[in-house]
Every structure is written in structure tokens, then in C-alpha cells.
Antibody, heavy 118, light 110 residues
Framework: EVQLVQSGAEVKKPGESLKISCKGSGYSFTSYWIGWVRQMPGKGLEWMGIIYPGDSDTRYSPSFQGQVTISADKSISTAYLQWSSLKASDTAMYYC???????????WGQGTMVTVSS | QSALTQPASVSGSPGQSITISCTGT?????????VSWYQQHPGKAPKLMIY???NRPSGVSNRFSGSKSGNTASLTVSGLQTEDEADYYCSSYTSSTTYVFGTGTKVTVL
């Protein structure tokens, strides 16, 4: 079964760092782009960025460039989303997604809830 | 880049058809046939319903169909059923080699 399994919910304080993960299985991890999508509480989906694990080519939405870092470790079929200094406004559900061969987000992770509160 | 524009809400009675619009620009929706649609039930991850404007993934009901004209894409749900009540989002590839989502539409089955 093709799936993306994300790390568990996190509760952090403003200013702390965080790295969440997304492990792919059931397919060739290095052959498909993996993206990250933010959904703030009660709000819509926002595309954050995407990485090609085969060569680590990475692209960011202008809204998220410089705010987060997307990376991948192809040896363990895992992509990451990280923050160096969290803000309360980073509180959201974060989904990883696989980009299919027809430019569609065909596989979604279950989501990781990140709560940032003092 | 700005989010694609969708109506905030659409409603219909069981058995009826509804259409959700998704308006962008020539740099996204109008420039590429890489428009997809996603259904999201409360508390769940989104699910792919339509890709490349009008293609349905295996397992998605043929009551869902997509189309595009100019800078506006559309999702039509025919024979509306109670389980279709959800949020729907469009997405498009862009000229910046990035992606953008729509603002989202809440579908209510009356």
C-alpha cells in the first residue's frame, strides 16, 4: 500500500525549534516529489513547498520562503519540515503530500498538528 | 502568489447537481491543464477527486466531473448525496513552478 506516515502532534513554546517528519512507503520514494501543506485552524489549505528526494531539488511558496526548511533523507524514505524559531501563528495542521505523475497531490499523510503556545 | 478564488459556500438538495468554480489567472489555471480538486471532510486529510482538469482517480464516483474554460475551472457534483457534504479545494500548477490552492468551498446538502 502506498502511504505517507507523519510524526505525532507537537506542543511547543514560541522561539523553540521543531522538525516534523513524513515517511513514505509502498513506492519508490526518490521518484516522486513530496510537498507540505499548511491548514490553520478553521482555514483553508496553503501550499508551502516541495522537494524531490532523488536530488533534493526544493521549491518554496513565496509566502513560506525563509520561514521554514524542507529537506529529505532518501536513505530512510523520509521528508522533513522544520522551523528554527516557532511563532504562535505557526499553530496549524501540516500535511505532507506526494505529487503524482500528472501534477496532482495523490497521496496525503494523516497530518501533524503543531501547537505553539506560551 | 494569490489563492485561487472559489465561492465560500454552495448548497443543494439530494439528487441535485452543484457546480463549484475556481478562478485564477493566465499564470496558473488558464496556462496549464494541471488543475486538481480535493474533498475534505471535517477532521480528515483531503482526498484527490479530479486531476488534470477532468480526470477521475480510480475509486472516485463518476458523479464528480471537472472542466475548464479560460482562467476558470469547475467541479460539478451530480446526484448530490449526503456524504458529499464537505469542503472542496481546487489547486493549480503555476508559471513559477509552484502550486496554489483555492480559497475553499463548503458544500452543504440541504
Amino acid at each position: 500500500e502506498v502511504q505517507l506516515v507523519q510524526s505525532g502532534a507537537e506542543v511547543k513554546k514560541p522561539g523553540e525549534s521543531l522538525k516534523i517528519s513524513c515517511k513514505g512507503s509502498g513506492y519508490s520514494f526518490t521518484s516522486y516529489w513530496i510537498g507540505w501543506v499548511r491548514q490553520m485552524p478553521g482555514k483553508g489549505l496553503e501550499w508551502m513547498g516541495i522537494i524531490y528526494p532523488g536530488d533534493s531539488d526544493t521549491r518554496y511558496s513565496p509566502s513560506f520562503q525563509g520561514q521554514v526548511t524542507i529537506s529529505a533523507d532518501k536513505s530512510i524514505s523520509t521528508a522533513y519540515l522544520q522551523w528554527s524559531s516557532l511563532k504562535a501563528s505557526d499553530t496549524a495542521m501540516y500535511y505532507c503530500v506526494r505529487l503524482g505523475s500528472d501534477y496532482q497531490f495523490d497521496i496525503w499523510g494523516q497530518g501533524t498538528m503543531v501547537t505553539v503556545s506560551s | 502568489q494569490s489563492a485561487l478564488t472559489q465561492p465560500a459556500s454552495v448548497s443543494g438538495s439530494p439528487g441535485q447537481s452543484i457546480t463549484i468554480s475556481c478562478t485564477g489567472t493566465s499564470s496558473d489555471v488558464g496556462g496549464y491543464d494541471y488543475v486538481s480538486w480535493y474533498q475534505q471532510h471535517p477532521g480528515k486529510a483531503p482526498k484527490l477527486m479530479i486531476y488534470e482538469v477532468s480526470n477521475r482517480p480510480s475509486g472516485v464516483s463518476n458523479r464528480f466531473s471537472g472542466s475548464k474554460s479560460g482562467n476558470t475551472a469547475s467541479l460539478t457534483v451530480s446526484g448530490l448525496q449526503t456524504e458529499d457534504e464537505a469542503d472542496y479545494y481546487c489547486s493549480s500548477y503555476t508559471s513559477s513552478t509552484t502550486y496554489v490552492f483555492g480559497t475553499g468551498t463548503k458544500v452543504t446538502v440541504l
